[in-house]
């Protein structure tokens, strides 16, 4: 089978046009924060404890950055590493660190599983490897399930079948198996889908609510660090997608294809036929009513 070009990802995958790739996603889940310096040994990034912190704000092409890790090399690694921070992953299972934050945790509690050195903490440039060829065989499978078409194996082999890490825990945890050829097309859809849900579960992906009296602060999805980014990102790309919204009518929350406009209303796929007849309609009688006021 042919390996997928860049050229299907924005047939299929991609909807956002600002960045270089058309894989960015202008959506923001949050800041993290990351070391001032960061040093490159053996293939290990390293930092001091007593190093100063910044926080790292996301550009919009993220993604496309990431992808362009696929066969770096160490040093390109590190550059990356420096300008958006770490792969914050444990040493016990090779898992995004927040899987293992307790229900119920306070902000500031320590995760219980920790990352690789204990106090001498290090992160594998090759972790940023795997990511971005991770990203990358998550788009290529997106691209040709989009069209209907099958997808290449080899893909399925990048997410973990077998030996890698992550996506190890996983199949043995939800039972995910990378399908055979024959398998239908849904299938692959079902598993590739449940294969990001768990993703961004273990990246922390969940609304985030503070009571303000700025209505417009109060709710926002939120995910951990990097690796959370990254994961969103990756999942907006797959769902053609923006961001999310809520329905007018149902109040489901629902990927919107469209920008949102403010102050209009927005309807998810099953309520958007509705949804505009009625606005219409109302906007009739509005019409109506405000030229009954004029002729008076
Ligand atoms: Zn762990
Ligand atoms: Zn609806």
């Known amino acids: 089978m042919k ?45 001091s404890s007593g190093d100063q912190w910044r926080t790292i704000d996301p550009p919009v092409d993220l993604l496309d950055k990431v992808l362009k890790l696929v066969d770096a090399n160490d040093e390109v690694v590190a550059e990356f590493a420096r300008s958006y921070g770490l792969i914050s ?53 997106a691209a040709r399930l989009h069209k209907d078409e099958d997808a290449d194996e080899q893909d399925w082999i990048e997410l973990g079948y077998p030996g890698v890490p992550t996506f190890d825990v996983i199949c043995d945890t939800w039972e995910f198996r990378p399908p055979d050829r024959e398998e239908h097309l849904d299938q692959q859809r079902e598993n590739l889908g ?60 629902y990927p919107p294809k469209q920008k949102l406009k403010a102050g209009r209303n927005n309807y998810c796929p099953d309520c958007r036929d509705i949804g505009r007849f009625r606005d219409s309609k109302r906007r009739e009688r509005q019409k109506n009513d405000s030229r009954q006021v004029m002729d008076e």
Request: glycine fraction near 6%; hydrophobic fraction near 40%; charge should be positive.
């Open 3 to 47: 390996p997928v070009r860049r050229q299907e990802w924005q047939e299929s995958v991609i909807t956002y046009r600002r960045s270089p790739l058309n894989v960015g996603r202008p959506v923001d889940v949050g800041t993290w924060r990351s070391p001032e310096h960061l040093s490159l040994k053996a293939g290990c990034l390293t930092w």
């Open 89 to 141: 992953e444990c040493a016990q299972h090779g898992l995004p660190l927040s899987h293992s934050r307790i229900i119920g945790a306070q902000p500031d509690d320590e995760y219980r599983c920790s990352v690789e050195g204990g106090r001498r903490p290090f992160v594998r440039v090759q972790r940023y490897r795997v990511l971005a060829r991770r990203v990358r065989a998550i788009l290529n499978l």
């Open 194 to 253: 449940q294969l990001i849900d768990v993703w961004l579960d273990q990246c922390g992906f969940r609304p985030r609510f503070e009571f303000s009296a700025d209505p417009d602060q109060s709710f926002q999805m939120v995910a951990s660090g990097l690796l959370g980014a990254v994961a969103v990102r990756t999942m907006l790309a797959v769902a053609r997608s923006d961001g999310l919204a809520i329905c007018t009518r149902c109040k489901h929350v």
